[in-house]
């Protein structure tokens, strides 16, 4: 069993700051990818950013600037620094960790249940 506690999540103003964190406990014993998706209504299942055990990072394009994805590996935690919020983040982020690739695979991986993020105008 592996579970996934987000924490981080609420209501931000536009332009504001948000830190999430994804803490990964249980019977897991290497990780190598961590990362975040978000999934808005009416809209695909999208990566936000994602790490790996060496520090490769990926982003969305749409973050790209604005977000800031980092770990502990110590503590198998991710932490997404997501800066200058816009209200097209509103969503539901989910946390996610692969023990054997570099991006979480959709139904391999370990999902968290979700954390809701919203962004005011």
């Known amino acids: 069993q592996v579970q996934l506690v987000e924490s981080g999540g609420g209501l931000v103003q536009a332009g504001g700051s948000l830190r999430l964190s994804c803490a990964a406990s249980?019977?897991?014993?290497?990780?190598?990818?961590m990362g975040w998706y978000r999934q808005a209504p009416g809209k695909q299942h999208e990566l936000v950013a994602t790490i790996t055990s060496r520090g490769t990072t990926k982003y969305v394009d749409s973050v790209k600037g604005r977000f800031t994805i980092s770990r502990e590996n110590a503590k198998n935690t991710v932490y997404p620094q997501m800066n200058s919020r816009k209200p097209e983040d509103t969503t539901v982020y989910y946390c996610?960790?692969?023990?054997?690739?570099?991006?979480?695979?959709?139904?391999?991986?370990?999902w968290g249940q979700g954390t809701q993020v919203t962004v005011s105008s």
């Open positions: 996610c960790v692969d023990p054997i690739r570099a991006v979480c695979h959709t139904e391999l991986a370990y």
């Open positions: 249980g019977s897991i014993f290497s990780i190598n990818a």
